[in-house]
């Protein structure tokens, strides 16, 4: 089992629909990163966060540390929002590193 | 002016042959990744130095070998390739003092034939 799970792995919306994408870890962590990898294969940092909410635009990350799950919120969704969404657990300390997850493919459609 | 650029873009070669991968970051960072994007789209951290020193290495194989010439650059060397190591490579970047916001590069799509 994969120390940080996403869900779901594909989904496929309307334009204008309010997306969800869950993820849950296993491990103790310092830091939750969302990712955005568009189709071209670029990766972008979207939030970084270790407690509560943050929202940039329309996109709306939070954290239950407790309950070690994380959703990243996507409202009034746009086709230029398709893209794979990743998660990754941060372990902090001088050997600071990233787990993935496996990516949620996300597929708006006009 | 990319912040973290990567070459080549894109490798074939053959197995059996030894490549480089370069990556650049003009952020002033003085932490740099290497991460592999298996074809299942699954991403897995390799190698992260700072300040030229290598702290993580992920049981990857010593036909692998990174090379940090200075804090700004972090090639990747890979010796006898082999079908396996067909993947996309993605170099990153980070200041020690906030490792948590990384910036990743373009990403070097290798295919070994």
């Known amino acids: 089992k994969n120390e940080v799970e996403q869900s779901p792995q594909n989904l496929t919306a309307q334009e204008g629909e309010f997306i969800t994408i869950n993820c849950s870890y296993s491990?103790?962590?310092?830091?939750l990163h969302w990712l955005q990898q568009h189709p071209g294969g670029g990766i972008v940092s979207l939030f970084m966060?270790?407690?509560g909410k943050k929202k940039h635009g329309r996109l709306i990350a939070t954290i239950n540390i407790q309950e070690k799950h994380s959703s990243l919120h996507i409202t009034a969704s746009h086709p230029r929002d398709s893209a794979v969404y990743i998660c990754?657990?941060?372990?902090?300390?001088?050997?600071?590193?990233?787990?993935f997850g496996k990516g949620t493919l996300l597929t708006v459609n006009p | 002016d990319t912040a973290v650029s990567q070459t080549p873009k894109y490798l074939v070669t053959q197995m059996g042959n030894d490549k480089s991968i370069k990556c650049e970051q003009n952020?002033?960072?003085?932490?740099m990744y290497w991460y592999k994007q298996d074809s299942k789209k699954f991403l897995k951290i390799m190698f992260s130095?700072?300040?030229?020193?290598?702290?993580i290495n992920e049981t990857v194989p010593n036909r692998f070998s990174p090379k940090s010439p200075d804090k700004a650059h972090l090639n990747l060397h890979i010796n006898s390739l082999e079908l396996g190591d067909s993947a996309v490579y993605f170099c990153?970047?980070?200041?020690?003092?906030?490792?948590?916001?990384?910036?990743f590069g373009p990403g070097t799509r290798l295919t070994v034939t």
């Open positions: 130095y700072n300040n030229k020193e290598l702290i």
């Open positions: 491990v103790g962590i310092s830091a």
């Open positions: 990153a970047s980070s200041r020690s003092g906030n490792p948590y916001e990384q910036y």
């Open positions: 952020l002033g960072h003085d932490t």
């Open positions: 990754a657990a941060a372990r902090g300390g001088s050997n600071y590193k990233l787990t």
């Open positions: 966060l270790s407690s």
